[in-house]
């Protein structure tokens, strides 16, 4: 699976911005996948994970409410839409892709198979 992160950019603080991962491969509705952000200075982390059906979605405390990820398996796409976007919220955004059939290991970073290359998102105060 080869995955394409795009959509980031500048946005001011309470501004929205909807990040997509585009997947290759006829496989992807086999696969959770999940958005990590890493900001400067700090290591990465994780963001949402959504299940390969859709059907489960979690999210880290600091953004929800806020951000919500969603998937497309016709198109092979999962989204991450970013609303009341905060400077804090500054990072290199990854999407990746999570063989492992235990939804509950969609959180766990070291267990996702695939990563794309980040899409840089800068909030502005």
């Known amino acids: 699976v080869q995955l394409q992160a795009s959509g980031g950019g500048l946005v001011q603080a309470g501004g929205s911005l909807r990040l997509s991962c585009a997947a290759s491969g006829r496989t992807f509705s086999r696969y959770g996948m999940g958005w990590f952000r890493q900001a400067p200075g700090k290591e990465r982390e994780f963001v949402a994970a959504i299940s390969f059906s859709g059907g489960s979605t979690y999210y880290a405390d600091s953004v929800k409410g806020r951000f919500t990820i969603s998937r497309d398996n016709a198109k092979n796409t999962v989204y991450l839409q970013m609303n009341s976007l905060k400077p804090e919220d500054t990072a290199v955004y990854y999407c990746?892709?999570?063989?492992?059939?235990?939804?509950?290991?969609?959180?766990?970073?070291?267990?996702?198979?695939?990563w794309g290359q980040g899409t840089l998102v800068t909030v502005s105060s």
């Open positions: 990746a892709a999570n063989g492992d059939s235990n939804v509950a290991t969609l959180p766990l970073e070291g267990l996702y198979d695939y």
